[in-house]
């Protein structure tokens, strides 16, 4: 029997992470011959795009000391944002004599794995992951200088998640926050009731701010 862990991650509290959860356990059930109660969970609820996160780092840390010798995640999105993190992440398994499963595009990078199919196809998700995230920060960065030329920016308040500072618009420290709780709301999610109380604002301002998508890179 297979000792595995498994790493789910969202980007808000409000997010649920029980679809990872089924998702990775009934894998490491069905494919690897886990307990279900031997398994050992990691959880992250957060909007960072790189590996910074609890979770992860108390994941690598176990990891590290040998307690299992797989770990098993939805998607690659899920465990990096960036195919730097994710090489990172596969190498310091690898080391380890971890394997490393992931669930939705049918992967396992094993150590001492030689398949080059495996490692061409592994190295273009993390492309692609980290080619999403790069698109979202470049959208956001078009609607910024979208609306900085726009003369009504100038006579009104910055709009939510962001700071005026000399003239220019700047990312406030709830920016990503609110860009995850807008795409939530956008998305059927959640309320803006529920979304205003969130992010301590009121429910005219999250309509305002679901006007102006382009300039969190959600368009």
Do not use: W
């Amino acid at each position: 029997m297979a000792s595995v862990a498994c790493y789910c991650r969202v980007s808000t509290e409000d997010q649920s992470l029980e679809r990872q959860l089924t998702s990775t356990q009934e894998y490491a059930e069905d494919r690897l011959g886990a307990e279900l109660g031997d398994l050992q969970i990691f959880r992250d609820k957060s909007t960072g795009t790189n590996t910074n996160r609890n979770g992860y780092q108390e994941l690598m840390d176990t990891a590290s000391s040998g307690e299992f010798d797989a770990v098993v995640v939805h998607s690659v999105s899920r465990i990096c944002r960036s195919i730097t993190d994710l090489e990172r992440t596969a190498a310091r398994l690898e080391e380890k004599g971890v394997a490393l499963h992931i669930v939705q595009e049918g992967l396992t990078i094993k150590p001492e794995d030689d398949d080059p199919f495996q490692r061409a196809l592994f190295q273009l998700l993390g492309v692609f992951a980290e080619l999403e995230a790069n698109m979202a920060q470049q959208r956001t960065k078009e609607g910024i200088a979208a609306r900085q030329n726009n003369e009504d920016y100038h006579h009104g308040p910055a709009p939510l998640g962001f700071a005026k500072e000399d003239g220019q618009l700047l990312e406030a420290e709830n920016y990503h926050d609110v860009v995850a709780v807008l795409d939530l709301v956008r998305q059927g999610q959640l309320s803006k009731r529920k979304a205003a109380q969130r992010l301590d604002t009121s429910r005219p301002t999250i309509t305002r701010s679901l006007d102006r998508l382009e300039i969190y890179g959600l368009e």
